[in-house]
């Protein structure tokens, strides 16, 4: 995808990237496989009934530990009042959708560099449909998860209405959050010993 | 599991969550499965590079609009260096795992509720692996998305051991996020015409 003779053309920056530093990652990462080995982490601590808080630092990439964040990121879960809560913070299946929005947006905005594609404009809406039966375990039948997730996406762009669909496809093929919502993602749960 | 003859035993909120609520809410959608239907929603904006801003408020559940959040949540994905960003908020991995831990944190205090456990301290770490080379392209054989998520839980509690353990593998059948990551959900995108 990112070829060298594509990308030299290309401006030093493009949609806000630095292709050159795009380009450096990509030839060490063929060079030498386990720089693209990446652990990201988060600890969350449970404040009460639907809230709670997590905090997001520290991770490994490129084959050492990051340090690159001064202050930790922190972000806190809540509920709306028809699900118990008082909306203290947007809740849990709503991020999901908001780490869907910004991946799709990034793979979409990388690849669209590597293409030589320059978005001007790019925006999306999502929607997941979720039956309480799932959670709340009423009915074995219905899957606790979102059953479906739609995306429109608005784009403006110097190419085709052909180059971005296919750009969006490849997207769709490439995001790490969509295909970690869309192919099953094994989670191991462990009850630390008191 | 949230039988009223265990629930009525309890104090008026349990957990931090209002009992009477959630039995009244569990009757409800019994008689009118169409209340358990919710939609959940986010609009999100590219600004430059890796960065993203989502906002969330409205959502549809229990048979209407909700109107209980006068303001809109508002979050920004980021990217670090390492990652051609500069830290402008987590990146969209992040708050995945975000998203989890608070989707299985908040399962686990509910269904604690419904059996009458009394949580006192909830805690969870959580660790995800990711090869870059899925996201650039470089490899077909390797997924884009999270190979495995780990999450070590840390709770204390008026229960046995293994009334900890039953618990937990209720919850991880039943948490919404946990759900949508580990059974495969499709993602439809449509790109909206000009």
């Known amino acids: 995808m990112m070829a060298q003779q594509t990308a ?3 401006p030093t920056r493009m949609n806000g990237l630095d292709v050159q530093t795009a380009l450096d990652t990509i030839e060490a990462i063929k060079a030498d496989a386990s720089l693209a080995r990446f652990q990201f982490r988060a600890r969350n601590t449970w404040i009460d009934g639907g809230e709670n808080r997590s905090v997001i630092r520290d991770f490994y990439g490129a084959g050492r530990e990051d340090d690159s964040r001064s202050v930790a990121f922190e972000f806190t879960n809540g509920e709306p009042p028809v699900l118990l809560g008082n909306n203290e913070g947007a809740n849990p299946v709503e991020f999901l959708l908001h780490a869907l929005a910004g991946c799709v947006t990034t793979t979409f905005v990388l690849h669209a560099m590597a293409r030589g594609i320059e978005i001007r404009e790019l925006s999306t809406q999502l929607e997941g449909d979720l039956d ?9 039948s219905v899957s606790p ?7 429109k996406m608005n784009v403006q762009a110097n190419c085709s209405d052909e180059a971005l669909d ?3 496809a490849y ?4 995001s790490p959050v969509c295909n970690t919502v869309c192919r099953p993602v094994p989670v191991a749960i462990e009850r630390a010993s008191a």
């Open 166 to 168: 296919d750009l969006l």
């Open 8 to 10: 030299v053309q290309q």
């Open 171 to 174: 997207t769709q093929q490439h």
């Open 132 to 140: 309480l039966r799932g959670l709340l375990g009423l009915d074995d």
């Open 145 to 151: 998860g979102y059953e479906q997730i739609r995306i």
